[in-house]
């Protein structure tokens, strides 16, 4: 239960919201968004977030959020979560209104061999992490490789869907895959994000149950990796897209 705070809010994250030692990446990059959204105050549609992953968070948080500009059309506001030890994560959001413009491009076509949610393998893995176990339902969305690749690609779906904000919610899922490089790395290798940025396709992002989500490393050198992400819903509109930045440690 969040405790309301002036500038944000307080909470203790709950175990089943782990990731390792730390808070699932996506719980707490939501939990970012939720204070900078009850700080800003009627706020236009989330369009884009950088999050840094600083350090571990668990146990007691504040969520704290502060508005660093209102414009015309765009509305940008800082957020920090902070616990025991400091500073964990710090976020810059970018929300604005939908603007009338001519240009229109969409380079964001879903996988070719893509299968299906309704006929997608579940997930089953009694080591996942506690937040994938207890919060999401998870399905295989392409085929077995023949080769191994760096590259992920899941169904995925919060079950408390009901009760989120649609852009809480995709915030929420968008992280909620492995390092694309993982199929490649050695078991039990450990990893860490440290950093990333989204942007959102859409003010209104929707979807039938599902969200389809892929993360693709494309360079891996001294113990960092860099990947490109992309979430669709199930009609396959583009819903986001991002970069992670991500700490090999094997």
């Given at each position: ?5 002036p500038?944000?809010l307080a909470l ?13 990446g996506?719980f707490?990059s ?17 369009r ?14 504040e ?6 500009r209102?414009g ?6 800082s957020a ?8 964990g994560?710090?976020a810059?959001f970018v929300?604005?209104?939908p ?5 229109q491009?969409?380079?964001?076509t879903?996988?070719?061999?893509l ?5 997608a393998r ?6 996942a992490?506690a ?5 999401f339902?998870?399905r ?13 690609c899941?169904?995925?779906r919060t079950?408390e869907?009901?009760?989120l904000?649609?852009m ?11 390092p694309?490089v993982m199929?490649?790395?050695k078991p039990?290798v ?5 950093q990333w940025?989204?942007?959102l ?5 929707a979807t039938?149950?599902w969200w389809?989500l892929?993360?693709?490393?494309d360079?891996?050198?001294d ?13 396959g509109?583009p819903?986001l ?8 440690f094997?």
């Amino acid at each position: 239960i969040a405790e309301p705070l002036p500038d944000g809010l307080a909470l203790s994250i709950p175990p089943d919201w782990h990731q390792g030692r730390t808070a699932y990446g996506g719980f707490s990059s939501a939990l970012a968004l939720i204070a900078a959204m009850r700080v800003g105050g009627g706020l236009p549609p989330l369009r884009s977030a950088q999050i840094s992953m600083i350090a571990p968070l668990s146990g007691p948080v504040e969520a704290r959020a502060r508005v660093l500009r209102r414009g015309r059309n765009a509305t940008w506001v800082s957020a920090e979560i902070a616990g025991e030890g400091g500073i964990g994560l710090a976020a810059s959001f970018v929300f604005m209104a939908p603007i009338e413009s001519t240009l229109q491009i969409d380079d964001r076509t879903s996988p070719a061999d893509l299968i299906g949610a309704d006929d997608a393998r579940p997930f089953a893995n009694p080591q996942a992490p506690a937040f994938l176990q207890h919060h999401f339902d998870v399905r295989f969305a392409l085929p077995r490789f023949a080769e191994k690749r760096p590259e992920m690609c899941w169904w995925a779906r919060t079950r408390e869907r009901e009760r989120l904000d649609p852009m809480v919610e995709l915030l929420l899922t968008a992280d909620a895959l492995p390092p694309g490089v993982m199929p490649l790395l050695k078991p039990g290798v450990p990893v860490s994000t440290m950093q990333w940025q989204v942007n959102l396709l859409t003010p209104t992002p929707a979807t039938d149950d599902w969200w389809l989500l892929r993360s693709a490393g494309d360079y891996a050198q001294d113990g960092c990796s860099s990947q490109t992400m992309a979430i669709w819903n199930t009609a396959g509109e583009p819903m986001l897209t991002g970069m992670q930045s991500i700490a090999l440690f094997g």
